[in-house]
């Protein structure tokens, strides 16, 4: 594990490299209070060349360091935390497995540490990078899940902090989570306002795709505001699919009538669609599972059916899935794929 | 400390009392990452006759397990835990200060502590309770604030998490509360919605006083709803309040036409009652001030001016704290003051 000391005083200290080992915090630290932590998830991925690879890392500490400024904790330079990274991937280059699908799942923190019960800005900062093996998401086949659209609880609100990824945004989704699976759901479906806005799925960021009457495919994703999390694999798909909508880079599998929309959609929108045939498919996006289909959503007390391909996947998200692991991997050359020196 | 651990195998453990010292934590515990903690606060208070008393532990067991619930925690029974918190300020009564205003803080504690990485509910809990001795709150006489009613950060919404004492409430109050400092504010009022709300004061319940043209002082306060905490003092000054208008039980102090209100207010109503001359007084109540006197509100770039008296309290301010301390060291005999027996 890597470790970083900040204190207010004196700034950052040393970085350490270490084995993993317990954190001794004084009872009072303030994360264990208040809750001041903050986290990013990246993977390193192993391609045909043994080489590990890390996903965009410059997106996941442009993030780190917004969610950083919003707890008052200090800032950093991305691009030092990110060679510290790949360091600690290099030492644990035999952990990041080779199967397909599988990677090192690489887990940046920063928390509040010092003792005290005041409530203010953090003058004791621990930053720490802690690292799994984890094995394919989908080890049995793609599965489609049904969705929960809860109307009671709300995930984020405006001038709140659902655009930062702070570990307060995830201790209140658990009960709905469970309340969902008694229901036989697998996710939340989280909606926003009387209208019953569409914002995000579960932790992951949402995808509907919707066929026009001029039979154009059209991708829509809800718009960032302060509300929705700026997630990695949703900045990709967006860049993926604009490419694809404007011709820059043309995708397989991907009509030629398509474009993409960054706005907000109703559950009654999405219920219509699905009635009238225009709803192509749903999924979600993030960097545990890449993307995730959909094939029902539970709504007011009705199923509400959501098309889905034989092998479990929509077509958008079919192509979404094949270019983003494509590029984790190495197969497909991209500056977003950093590679590990392990020789040096 | 008093230290309680479950497990959702092996149900509760065995209570300990020991030494203060640091907890153990693997680096993916939950707390760390997802932030599920959840806290209360209340003091011990030592009398004339030297005896420390609870204040109402009965209302933080019950508003614990309420926040247990609402993370998918383990609940308990509320009079088992306020038994081993006597035990803690029976062996830690020479901790328990004497001078007036002073008292022993106590904060009970429940984080997740399992390993892992998976957001889901905690396999592991620990329940800790931790104490230090305060100084009086006021030490150098009472000096009303200002408040800062920001437009743009919002503490709570509907079907969000505001009406339970959690951990993930309270992170992000610190930049708002730093930027109005920064403009010689110093707490913030936290509004709600498009009618600016009046909701909460920092991390205190909120009070205004209006005079009726009818002439009766009305004191309202927010309706508790899911976006304001229930506040133990809150539940304390409403109860002696009512007495009061009731006729229950008259407080010196307070005018005979006097009525209480769980009601809604806004900025624009608070702001007509200053001009007008029908503003009272404005004040929080919160467990570690009791009350907190409010002479000005910055909105929208003009300060509302809000009377308060030449000792710095308002009238029904000054009735309520010399109330409730009363209770709190025994002076006025209450069945909310809970003696320590310290002989046993």
Redesign the interface.
């Known amino acids: ?1 890597l470790t970083i000391p900040w204190n207010s005083t004196t700034g950052w200290g040393t970085p350490k490299i270490q084995p ?9 630290s303030t ?7 903050l ?1 990013e998830g990246l993977k390193a991925y192993k391609g045909k060349d043994g080489v590990p690879r890390l996903f965009r890392p410059d997106k996941n500490m442009e993030r780190m360091n917004r969610s950083a ?4 904790f200090p800032t950093f330079t991305g691009d030092n935390v990110t060679q510290l990274i790949k360091k600690l991937v290099e030492i644990d280059a035999d952990w990041v497995p080779t199967d397909p699908g599988t990677s090192l ?1 690489i ?1 940046p ?1 920063m ?2 540490t010092q003792a005290g ?1 005041g ?4 003058t004791d900062v621990l930053l ?1 990078v ?1 690292a ?1 093996p984890v094995g394919p998401y989908y080890s049995t086949g793609f599965k489609p899940v049904k969705l929960y659209a809860t109307t ?3 995930r984020a ?5 659902g655009g930062y990824k ?10 709905p ?2 309340q969902a699976a008694a229901l036989g759901y697998q996710q939340i479906l989280w909606l926003f306002g009387p209208e019953h806005r569409l914002t995000e799925v579960g ?1 992951m960021n949402l995808w509907v795709g919707l066929k026009g009457t001029d039979g154009v495919l059209e991708l829509v994703t809800p718009p960032l505001e302060d509300m929705i999390l700026p997630g990695v694999t949703r900045d990709s798909i967006l860049a993926l699919a604009r490419d694809h909508a404007s011709g820059k880079r043309k995708l397989a599998g991907l009509p030629d009538k398509f474009t993409v929309s960054e706005r907000n959609l109703t559950m009654p929108e999405l219920v219509e669609a699905s009635r009238n045939g225009t709803l192509a498919e749903v999924f979600g996006s993030g960097t545990a599972a890449i993307v995730s289909s959909v094939d029902g959503i539970g709504y007011e007390g009705e199923l509400v059916k959501v098309p889905c391909g034989e092998d479990g996947l929509g077509d958008i998200t079919r192509v979404m899935l094949r270019e983003i692991v494509g590029r984790q991997t190495g197969d497909i050359p991209s500056e977003w794929s950093v590679p590990v020196d392990t020789k040096a």
Do not use: C, E
């Open positions: 594990m993993y080992a317990p954190l001794q915090l004084d009872p009072s994360v264990l209070h208040y809750a001041p932590t986290f400024a919003r707890l008052a799942y887990r923190t928390i509040g019960l409530v203010g800005a953090s720490f802690i799994s009671k609880d709300v609100w405006p001038g709140g902090t702070l570990g307060s945004n995830y201790a209140a989704g658990v009960v989570q469970q932790t």
